[in-house]
């Protein structure tokens, strides 16, 4: 049984604002007083793991230890079927230093060339992490298709060209709300409150 989170400060081990506003709106009903690592100048750690899970677990023992709080980290990305799922882990390194996802998914558009074989799946790995080592982790995917050219100006990353499987809608068109209740993250908080949270 995971270990439950008792209330108080939360690290959430990101810098990057999109995310740490989605997380934070997703934990907005439980008693968590939410800080991000950019926040508190923590340094980012090197994602080297080999699958979204690894570099979640990364990212939130990190916080949890520079900080002494428990933290959670979210990795997620891209998984394009006929790309063999790349960008995958690289999700956000196909967008460069400046992350500029713009050019990301013109790269990907670019690589998928001429297949008709546009299927492809958001992945979401949590990990929240105490600072004596405990460690709980959850994994949520939504399946959708790319479209081109990139629509809505809404999320972030790789949003305008991912519609979900049953909506007509991208998630860069989405309303937020909408885009919270079905999405990778939210199948994967759902996983990560059932586990730890008190409702």
Not at 55 to 73: Q, S, T, Y
Not at 83 to 86: E, F, I, R, T
Not at 100 to 122: H, W
């Given at each position: 049984m995971p270990r439950r989170f008792a209330g108080g400060r939360l690290i959430i081990a990101s810098h990057n604002p999109g995310k740490v506003a989605e997380i934070a709106d997703l934990l907005r009903p439980f008693d968590a007083d939410i800080v991000s690592?950019?926040?508190?100048?923590?340094?980012?750690?090197?994602?080297?793991?080999?699958?979204?899970t690894?570099?979640?677990?990364?990212?939130?023992?990190?916080?949890?230890?520079?900080?002494?709080?428990?933290?959670?980290?979210d990795d997620s990305g891209l998984a394009v079927a006929a790309?063999?799922?790349?960008p995958?882990?690289?999700?956000?390194?196909?967008?460069?230093?400046?992350?500029?996802?713009?050019?990301?998914?013109?790269?990907?558009?670019?690589?998928?060339?001429?297949?008709?074989?546009?299927?492809?799946?958001?992945?979401?790995?949590l990990a929240l992490a105490w600072p004596d080592g405990e460690l709980a982790v959850f994994e949520g995917t939504i399946d959708g298709v790319l479209i081109w050219p990139p629509r809505g100006t809404r999320g972030f990353g790789y949003d305008p060209v991912f519609r979900p499987d049953g909506e007509t809608r991208t998630f860069g068109e989405m309303d937020p709300a909408r885009k919270a209740a079905i999405s990778h993250r939210a199948d994967a908080f759902a996983r990560l409150v059932a586990g730890c949270f008190d409702s």
């Open positions: 690592a950019g926040e508190l100048g923590l340094a980012e750690p090197a994602e080297d793991g080999d699958s979204f690894a570099n979640a677990i990364i990212k939130a023992r990190a916080a949890a230890r520079a900080a002494e709080l428990p933290a959670l980290a790309l063999d799922g790349q995958g882990i690289h999700s956000a390194r196909w967008a460069g230093p400046q992350k500029d996802f713009q050019s990301a998914m013109a790269r990907v558009e670019k690589a998928l060339g001429d297949n008709p074989d546009r299927t492809a799946r958001f992945v979401c790995a």
